[in-house]
């Protein structure tokens, strides 16, 4: 069904049904306080209203901010407010409410209208242009001070007085304005003062008086950040409030999305389409785009909803407050849309191509409808996450590994970050169209404003950028197609996604994205931006990389304890210890110099770098080898001056090894430079570079011999070597060329490894500038104005880090939270697999009257560290007052060879009750109670070996929380010794047809072990399998909407991404539940004798046709697992005969609730314990 | 009439008519031996060897009121279009046996198997030989079910471990005609999904 005719309610009838189904519910004959009526009363009450009790519930949990009816039920006082409101707004409400018209703003209404008039949203606009007014007029103010101030430090001053104020006066006042506007695109109020700064820095820069800065755009930002610190802090009320209301009217102007917004929108889903499933119908895109207008109309009246309370008495939200309404009107409104489309045909057939949740989830996000996510802030180069040096080395192959490691390095990304953004190249050339466009119009304007030259400025840089990029992809295609090579070498799309990440934040750094600031002073670098496209691309949680170059070791310290004996010994004491200084100064700084002459050679050329390495390998040799020699005659001479003998020795040894180390790192540099310039001159074709530098050596050496006059004779040699050279080279410049151009296979596999170990160097040589930077940066230091090699992309700045980005801890996450339990409140239908990713809710241990929580230490031992003790520790901490506390604990040890319990700690007490002397009857509100034992892992005796085992510790807490009935809560606490018996054993992952498994991916199959192995039980069940075939095979191979089969057999294959981990359990768990029936005939024959399936059918969580008893049996141990950690979203297969999966609220596991029975019999027959 | 003495016989046996009858004799009664050696010890079942239901109980063949004589009243009874669904207790509670009744006539069986008290698979291979078809019905890959047209005998079981889950008795038939009547039965392996 296309989705103008998607039929939505008539609003008055609505609200009628509303009214009736609440005194429905309250009707101790009919609802008593649990339940709506059912789809047919609605039906029979309202004939072709097509309103189901799924719309009347989502408006009231919505209203009430209540999932429980009962609760619902009980709030008389709202009830009857409801009630009113409805009979208030049925006199004058037209038609519409569900997605409603834009209604000409009538003046502000003390009256809330909680029914979605749009009063308060609309009555907004007046309300924000006050208030930036007067914040204007604050804030130029102040910036009129600051400015005075600035200016002259900058070097800007003006003979005449005058005009230097009115250049002041001119900067504030349009800074003050562009900042009202602007502050309503951050995302978290630390972003305030980079607003104000950015602001300022442009006023500046783009101020027809001021010319000849001296300071780079960014470093006069980060200059200006500093300065306005104090402005952000006195008026960041008043900002904050102008952030507010901006992002309030611009979500009010989307019931008449403008052209541009909707075009954005369409280039969004046009974009991910593109990405998700190409073959998408051009009438299946257009439904979707109607969707996604459907759901930006109904944006509005969400919001309002949740508003209208706030915003009628005169308020206004704080930041924090205001980021959760609109997650939550975010998902009110995607639930009012869904509720339609899962009834339609068009949509389902989508269904196994695009998540509409993920869509709108984007799309909201996009125009800052919803807080962003913080894979979001990072993907828009919100958070600085600059790639780790090793980032992108991980799982690649060696010629990988050093591409990998130069994306660690600014001068490598910039040209990465060209080859990824040039890929798409549609996009690439439409964006630079684009940008060339505005700023013709912008060019040819006839009266320019101050804001069009700012705005001129801007695009001109980011149109450089471009066209350096363009320049670069199309010029010199050697330079960016090993970046492309190593993405595409990475996985299958991996080059089309890095691309599209790499978009995403570009899209951002040039001000695409509605939802996010960033600092045009910044964003118009393009280092820094190349620098958040990595650093988005970069995967979280590696540790920078940093190189500390080797400390001696105390060998030569041994003359201490000998100082007391003899002067002599003592002297040979003391120079064993100044030679261990030489030697270790040596080996610094001999290291740095030849580092940083590899990467000047290698910045020359890759040839260069080969000559170079050549060269030190020969010449430090031959240095090690002469001053070895030299070095011990002249120890031994000292020696036998100090202490005739044993000094000789002893004076000998320590000689030869200073002489073997600076005589290395001579000849290495001397050898090295020589080659360099020999292999640079090659591979640039200069003959007489190579001839020359050839001679001049050849030469010297010869005139040292043949002329025996010190200096004279090399010098004269040496000159003679070097016209010699310059005749001789062309003759053999042939002989070379092949070598070079590698035109032989060997040849050619030694360039790769010489380049492969070029890029090594550059990369290694990156980290240990890094490292170095701080103290030793001076040996090196000449380098640092060519090379630039400072690891990551804001560093080189020295910006501070909130001038740049937003902080994880502040808005995002913790609004990312609370939108994922307001999610599960108005959760909705999703449309594909990959969009039926349950989401995650709380832990089994916690509930809404406690947490438990268990831990272990260590959590990881190797064998040879047995024996030791395992330290557990619980922690209970009560939310309410708990009565009837019992707290039981229970240690399983499963290992190579068998599985056994602990029974008791290392003190002898018993372990199923612990800390029974601490153990209390009762908690108060708030109380926390911990309780820490310790076992002893042993190697002896037999029957208790720890070697290669895993410990599964787990707590069980059951406790009645005041006026509620008894809970339980359960914890986990795992410890790893040696190599533990592991699931993962018994898979084997295979790949097919061009498909193969990503890191990712991996870690997420790991992740499936790590959950089963938990359970003995399920684990010798899948082994009665044996091997288990884990083949992945490319998208879509398996049929429309399948992600996983299995046949007769263990083998398995999987079609779509397993990256997810939740999503990787809940496919994985099913096709190994398969595998289970397909062993274990006896586990089968038991489930249909179980009560379960006959009395509560099919698992309703997956769609499966009447009598798929295997299906069903296979979805009920995935279920059991994920249920655990991860919610299901409610959904409502179309006459599916399981029915509808109704999810109660967070916190709930739903399947312990929806199916008991096939609950118990997992837990009892498949899994044997509780999860 | 003379009666023959020792010594007579041997005379006689020395005749060379005598030796050549007692030579073909020899010879047919090794073939004899021999045949007896390569033949099957079990010859395939007659197709009157229909496997009746709890002995005395033939699809195809047992109407109605000898079926309720000898079982009883069913403990519900559905009704499909042109047939009448008995449905009979079994050990478990959660678990019918379902007997399809077509114009008075018992049409087929589906025995539920509760435990181990029909065997295992190899059971029945050692009975009825090799069976002439694999078939997939609800129990999918985790009990196929393996077909024996000849003796009207079904038996869904795990392939791995030989577990019976359930048994069909039905008229001696053809696979083709067992598949156009039975069209909930598959004969090709489902993909687990």
């Given amino acids: 069904m296309p989705p103008e005719t998607i039929v939505k309610p008539d609003a008055k009838i609505l609200f009628t049904a509303i009214a009736w189904a609440l005194q429905f519910l309250i009707d101790p004959q009919r609802g008593a306080s649990l339940n709506l009526p059912q789809d047919a009363e609605l039906e029979k009450q309202f004939p072709k209203s097509n309103l189901t009790q799924d719309i009347i519930k989502n408006w009231l949990y919505n209203e009430f901010g209540e999932t429980d009816l009962a609760k619902i039920a009980a709030n008389q006082k709202k009830i009857q407010e409801v009630l009113e409101q409805i009979e208030s707004s049925n006199k004058s409400a037209s038609e519409g409410a569900i997605v409603p018209k834009i209604i000409p703003s009538p003046a502000p209404s003390p009256k809330v209208s909680t029914l979605g008039v749009l009063a308060e949203l609309e009555s907004i606009e007046p309300i924000l242009k006050k208030h930036r007014q007067e914040t204007v007029a604050k804030l130029s103010g102040d910036l009129n001070q600051k400015v005075r101030t600035i200016l002259p430090s900058l070097g800007i001053k003006s003979t005449n007085e005058e005009e230097f104020l009115k250049t002041v006066a001119e900067i504030a006042q349009e800074t003050a304005q562009e900042v009202t506007e602007n502050v309503a695109q951050i995302q978290d109020p630390i972003q305030i003062n980079q607003v104000i700064a950015d602001s300022l820095t442009q006023s500046i820069i783009a101020h027809p008086q001021i010319s000849n800065l001296k300071l780079k755009e960014e470093k006069l930002y980060a200059k200006i950040f500093e300065q306005t610190q104090s402005i952000a802090q006195t008026r960041q009320q008043n900002l904050e409030k102008a952030a507010i209301l901006g992002q309030i009217e611009k979500a009010a102007k989307l019931q008449k999305p403008d052209s541009q917004t909707l075009n954005l929108v369409s280039d969004q889903i046009e974009q991910i389409v593109e990405l998700e499933s190409a073959l998408t119908l051009p009438e299946e895109r257009t439904f979707l785009k109607a969707s996604l207008a459907a759901y930006l109309a109904s944006y509005p009246q969400a919001l309002n909803t949740k508003l209208a309370p706030i915003l009628s008495q005169g308020n206004t939200p704080a930041f924090a407050e205001f980021q959760k309404i609109k997650e939550s009107a975010h998902n009110a409104a995607i639930a009012q849309i869904a509720l339609n489309l899962a009834k339609n045909p068009t949509a389902k057939k989508l269904e196994t191509k695009i998540s509409f949740k993920a869509l709108t989830d984007h799309i909201g996000a996009f125009l800052g409808l919803k807080p962003l996510t913080e894979i979001q802030a990072q993907n828009f180069g919100l958070i600085p996450t600059k790639p780790k040096l090793f980032a992108f080395t991980r799982g690649a192959s060696p010629t990988n590994a050093a591409v990998g490691l130069l994306l660690g390095s600014i001068t490598a990304q910039t040209p990465g970050w060209s080859a990824l953004v040039s890929y798409d190249k549609p996009r690439f050339d439409s964006t630079i169209e684009n940008l060339s466009g505005r700023a013709k119009a912008l060019r040819e304007k006839r009266s320019q404003t101050y804001r069009d030259r700012k705005e001129l400025l801007t695009i001109e840089k980011n149109l450089a950028n471009f066209k350096q990029a363009k320049d670069l992809a199309g010029r010199h295609p050697q330079k960016v197609n090993p970046f492309l090579s190593y993405f595409k070498s990475r996985g299958p799309n991996r080059l089309t996604q890095a691309s599209r990440t790499a978009w995403q934040t570009t899209t951002a750094y040039i001000g695409g994205i509605p939802a996010v600031f960033v600092p045009k002073s910044i964003r118009n670098n393009p280092a820094i931006m190349a620098g958040a496209s990595f650093g988005a691309l970069a995967p979280p949680g590696l540790r920078n990389f940093r190189i500390t170059l080797p400390k001696l070791p105390s060998a030569f310290g041994i003359g201490k304890s000998l100082t007391t004996k003899t002067f002599g010994i003592a002297m040979l004491g003391a120079m064993a210890h100044a030679a261990g200084n030489i030697i270790a100064k040596t080996l610094k700084y001999g290291s740095a110099a030849l580092i940083g002459l590899g990467l000047y050679f290698l910045g020359l050329a890759k040839a260069a770098l080969l000559g170079f390495l050549i060269g030190a390998g020969v010449g430090g040799t031959a240095g090690a080898i002469t001053g070895g020699i030299l070095g011990a005659q002249v120890g031994a001479a000292i020696g036998t001056a100090v202490f005739p003998g044993v000094g000789t020795v002893i004076g000998g040894i320590i000689g030869g090894a200073v002489g073997t180390a600076v005589g290395f790192f001579i000849g290495a540099g001397v050898g090295g430079i020589v080659g360099g310039l020999i292999g640079y001159g090659l591979a640039s074709g200069s003959t007489a570079l190579v001839g020359s530098t050839t001679g001049t050596v050849i030469g010297a050496l010869i005139g040292g011999i043949v002329i025996p006059i010190p200096v004279i004779g090399p010098l004269i040699g040496a000159a003679i070597g070097f016209f010699a050279g310059r005749l001789i080279a062309p003759f053999v410049k042939n002989a070379f060329d092949s070598i070079v151009s590698g035109s032989t296979t060997g040849v050619s596999a030694a360039g790769s490894a010489a380049g492969a170990f070029g890029s090594f160097v550059t990369g290694l040589g990156s980290a240990i500038w890094g490292g170095l930077g701080a103290g030793a940066g001076a040996t090196l230091g000449f380098l640092s104005g060519a090379a630039n090699f400072i690891v990551g992309g804001l560093g080189a700045l020295s910006l501070p880090a909130s001038a740049a980005a937003i902080p994880v801890i502040g808005g995002i996450s913790a609004v990312a939270v609370g939108g994922t339990i307001v999610g599960l409140v108005t959760a909705t239908s999703f449309f594909n697999p990959e969009g039926q990713t349950a989401t995650e809710i709380t832990p089994p241990g916690e509930n809404q009257f406690f947490k438990v929580e268990k831990t272990a230490s260590p959590t990881l031992l190797q064998n040879n560290q047995l024996p030791a003790d395992l330290s557990f520790t619980i922690t209970l901490t009560a939310k309410t007052k708990l009565t009837s506390i019992q707290i039981s604990d229970q240690i399983n040890v499963q290992a190579q060879t068998q599985d056994f319990q602990v029974t008791t700690d290392v003190t002898g007490k018993p372990i199923d009750k612990p800390c029974t002397n601490t153990q209390p009857a009762v908690l108060l509100q708030n109380d926390v109670w911990t309780c820490t034992f310790s076992i002893k892992a042993t190697t002896f005796p037999s029957t208790i070996v720890f070697q290669d085992s895993l410990v599964t510790n787990k707590v069980t807490v059951t406790a009645t929380p005041e006026n509620n009935p008894l809970q339980t809560g359960t914890a986990f606490a795992i410890v790893a010794i040696g190599t533990p018996p592991s699931f993962c054993q018994n898979i084997e992952l295979r790949e097919e047809n061009g498909a193969a498994w990503s890191d990712a991916e991996k870690n997420s199959i790991q992740s499936v072990c790590t959950e089963l192995v938990k359970s003995t039980k399920i684990v010798n069940l899948l082994k009665n399998a044996g091997t288990i075939f884990l083949t992945k095979v490319p998208e879509g191979t398996l049929g429309g909407g399948v992600c996983g089969t299995v046949n007769g057999a263990n083998i398995v294959k999987i079609s779509c991404s397993m990256s997810s981990s939740s999503f990787a359990k809940y496919v994985i768990i099913h096709e190994l539940g398969h595998i289970i029936g397909n062993f274990n005939g006896d586990v089968y024959r038991d489930f249909l004798n179980d009560p379960a399936y006959s009395t509560e059918g099919l698992m309703p969580t997956y769609p499966f046709p009447d009598g798929s008893q295997g299906e069903s049996f296979a979805e009920m141990i995935a279920d059991y697992v994920i249920s655990k950690s991860y919610n299901f979203p409610k959904r409502s297969w179309s006459n599916y005969p399981g029915g509808p999966w109704e999810n109660p609220g967070a916190g709930w596991t739903t399947f312990k609730q929806d199916r008991p029975l096939h609950y118990n019999f997992a837990r009892d027959n498949i899994f044997g314990i509780e999860f | ?193």
Avoid: C
Wanted: aromatic share 10%.
């Fill in chain 2, 1 to 193: 009439m003379n009666k023959f003495t020792l010594t007579q016989v041997a005379k006689l046996a020395k005749s060379e008519l005598i030796l050549l009858a007692l030579g073909a004799l020899s010879l047919i009664v090794f073939t004899l031996a021999i045949l007896s050696f390569a033949k099957p010890k079990n010859p395939p079942p007659p197709a009157s060897s229909q496997s009746p239901w709890q002995n005395n109980i033939y699809a195809g063949k047992t109407p109605k009121n000898e079926l309720e004589s000898a079982l009883g009243s069913p403990t519900e009874i559905k009704e499909e279009q042109d047939k009448e669904i008995y449905l009979y207790p079994s050990t478990n509670k959660n678990r019918l046996h379902e007997i399809e009744i077509t114009n008075s006539t018992v049409n087929i069986i589906k025995e539920q198997v509760i435990s181990k008290e029909k065997g295992k698979l190899k059971d029945y291979i050692q009975n009825y030989g090799q069976y002439e078809a694999e078939f997939f019905g609800k129990h999918g890959t985790f009990a196929p079910g393996f077909f024996w047209g000849k003796n009207g005998i079904l038996v869904f079981a795990n392939k791995n471990d030989g577990i019976i889950v359930e048994i069909w008795y039905f008229a001696p038939t053809s696979t083709t005609d067992f598949l156009q009547k039975n069209p909930e039965i598959k004969q090709q392996e489902p993909q687990n999904l």
